[in-house]
């Protein structure tokens, strides 16, 4: 029986979604981090739950090919604790690895799925930079007697990790995170404060904090690139932080919808300034009616429309806390699909089942977890949908996350 202090030698089997090895010992799943499919390892139990138990990884024995050199390896001098935020789970395996553990993982939930026809799967899409590709990071503050630490916080102790630099963060971040540290701001710094880093290729890269938003100035609308054209984002909203990984993804979801041009008419759901919705109406969507819950974000929405010369109707409110009507949107739903591209907590249940009732001819299922995506096909599923066809991106190399697609169609 397996408890709590054992040291174990294990063979790993395949990676769970969040990154840890699955081994088991005694018939007993073990969660391992920071392992790869096919090594032997010997591993230290921490925790002891019903059905399987945790372990740090002491030494590997039989290394996988797949073993790489890890990107990043600070370490919290007072504790020898690593940066695992923003969540560098796969930084010891090569890229190609990787990506295959997620596809794994996205296969294994779509097998969990209720029966039906099984949908195509297609080819992962790999992100074109691997490492220093986000746009946006956000760091924490820690005033000690020796000085001001910026960094990732720790868990479970939430001691702030000092960072020089991030290798997930694009370069002109880094620099600008070393601008900040050379600068007299960065002694002003305040505990509790979260420094955001922002970039973009017209606006540069700009900083602050909450309790001085001005930071090193700049606009309070950005401009990003899109594959629609520029696109006006509020500095503190939601924008994809992969920008070349996030056009393709964007690319593919037009060209999807251009394959069936009689359902042209379009409800964006959580819509943000509009990208999905308008990549859509230049492949031939005829109606456009997005729904957002942040002003800011409707009304930069409403500005891109009139900039790009696209039409489209956006509307402010809360998805899932208050009431809506989805058929009021959709006048001929046989006419219509559906865009989803939620939160990461995914759709507020009635918010699903109004999606399944809605009738519309295609639902186009954006989503940045897996599991709260299966869970809301799940009820599509129930409410006459198929799933027709799936496709994984990698908006966040390096990390346990991913994007998916998935294409649903009535009957």
């Known amino acids: 029986m397996i408890a709590a202090g054992d040291t174990l030698t294990c063979t790993v089997d395949t990676l769970a979604y969040g990154g840890d090895g699955i081994a088991r010992v005694d018939g007993q799943v073990l969660f391992v981090g920071e392992t790869a499919p096919g090594e032997t390892v010997r591993a230290r139990v921490t925790a002891v739950k019903k059905n399987f138990a945790r372990a740090d990884l002491v030494e590997v024995l039989a290394p996988s090919p797949s073993r790489a050199a890890p990107c990043c390896r600070v370490l919290d001098p007072a504790t020898a604790a690593r940066c695992r935020v923003p969540g560098c789970v796969y930084d010891h395996l090569d890229y190609a690895a990787e990506l295959a553990a997620k596809q794994q993982q996205l296969e294994g939930f779509l097998r969990h799925l209720p029966g039906g026809p099984a949908p195509q799967v297609l080819s992962p899409f790999a992100a074109p930079e691997p490492l220093h590709y986000r746009n946006k990071i956000v760091l924490h503050v820690q005033r000690e007697p020796g000085g001001v630490r910026l960094g990732y916080r720790l868990e479970p102790s939430h001691r702030v990790l000092d960072l020089p630099a991030c290798p997930l963060a694009c370069e002109a971040i880094n620099r600008a995170l070393g601008d900040l540290r050379a600068a007299p701001a960065f002694r002003q710094l305040h505990t509790g404060d979260n420094v955001t880093f922002r970039h973009t290729e017209h606006d540069g890269a700009l900083w602050w904090t909450a309790s001085d938003p001005a930071g090193a100035a700049g606009p309070e609308l950005l401009t990003e ?142 989503s940045c977890d897996p599991a709260t995506w299966a869970r809301d096909l799940a009820t599509l599923l129930g409410g006459g949908y198929r799933i027709t066809r799936v496709r994984l991106f990698d908006l966040f190399p390096r990390t346990a996350h991913f994007e998916t697609l998935a294409e649903l169609r009535r009957g």
């Open 225 to 366: 690139a899109s594959p629609v054209g520029p696109l006006r984002v509020p500095r503190d909203g939601f924008y994809q932080v992969n920008p070349s990984a996030s056009s393709e993804l964007v690319r593919t979801v037009a060209a999807w919808f251009a394959e069936d041009p009689a359902a042209a008419d379009l409800l964006d759901l959580y819509c943000g300034v509009g990208v999905f919705g308008f990549a859509c109406m230049r492949a031939g969507g005829t109606r456009l009616t997005g729904i957002e819950a942040g002003r800011a974000a409707i009304d930069a929405a409403r500005l891109n429309a009139r900039t790009l010369g696209l039409p489209g109707t956006f509307l402010c409110h809360a998805l899932g806390r208050s009431s809506l009507h989805i058929r009021e949107h959709l006048p001929v739903p046989q006419r219509s699909t559906v865009l989803v591209d939620p939160p990461r907590e995914g759709l507020a249940p009635d918010v699903a089942r109004a999606v399944a009732a809605s009738a519309a001819q295609r639902v186009f299922y954006v």
